[in-house]
């Protein structure tokens, strides 16, 4: 059983066949599929299931709190299921690959106090951007 299926069935949430195998699909490090791709891949294993089905399912798994939605430069919006351990993103330019990284450091601290205007800072997203060896010339 998958991590991500692990937390579901540790927090009593139904698994039908279609979240059974939107979750597995989902399952996996550096995952960080768009919708439709999750549909492509729950397609392969149940032939039956519906874009709507994947896109509900998505929109629940965020919801809870299992799954987050990261958004880069105007590209689809992907899903990452690595939900439960702080990281950051590093996206490739050329490709729009992403990666999770783990910086040494709190990037909270990293912002002076002077440029904070009274906001009481509560997260910080750090995005690194470059060239995949991919796409690197």
Same mark, same amino acid.
């Given at each position: 059983?998958?991590?991500?299926?692990?937390?579901?069935?540790?927090?009593?949430?139904?698994?039908?066949?279609?979240?059974?195998?939107?979750?597995?699909?989902?399952?996996?490090?550096? $995952?960080?599929?768009?919708? +439709?791709? $999750?549909?492509?891949?729950? #397609?392969?294993?149940?032939?039956?299931?519906?874009?709507?089905?994947?896109?509900?399912?998505?929109?629940?798994? $965020? #919801?809870?709190?299992?799954?987050?939605?990261?958004?880069?430069?105007?590209?689809?919006?992907?899903? +990452?299921?690595?939900?439960?351990?702080?990281?950051?993103?590093?996206?490739?330019?050329?490709?729009?690959?992403?990666? +999770?990284?783990?910086?040494?450091?709190?990037?909270?601290?990293?912002?002076?106090?002077?440029?904070?205007?009274?906001?009481?800072?509560?997260?910080?997203?750090?995005?690194?951007?470059?060239?995949?060896? +991919?796409?690197?010339?």
């Amino acid at each position: 059983m998958t991590d991500l299926l692990e937390r579901l069935r540790g927090r009593g949430w139904r698994l039908t066949s279609q979240r059974r195998v939107v979750a597995e699909v989902l399952d996996g490090e550096h $995952v960080h599929l768009t919708a +439709d791709e $999750v549909h492509a891949r729950a #397609a392969d294993r149940l032939p039956e299931i519906s874009r709507a089905t994947v896109y509900n399912t998505l929109g629940e798994l $965020v #919801a809870l709190g299992e799954v987050l939605e990261v958004a880069t430069d105007g590209r689809a919006r992907r899903y +990452d299921p690595n939900a439960h351990r702080a990281h950051q993103h590093l996206v490739c330019s050329g490709c729009g690959a992403i990666r +999770d990284v783990h910086p040494y450091g709190d990037p909270l601290a990293a912002l002076p106090a002077a440029e904070r205007f009274g906001f009481v800072v509560t997260a910080a997203e750090v995005t690194y951007r470059g060239l995949c060896p +991919d796409c690197r010339p």
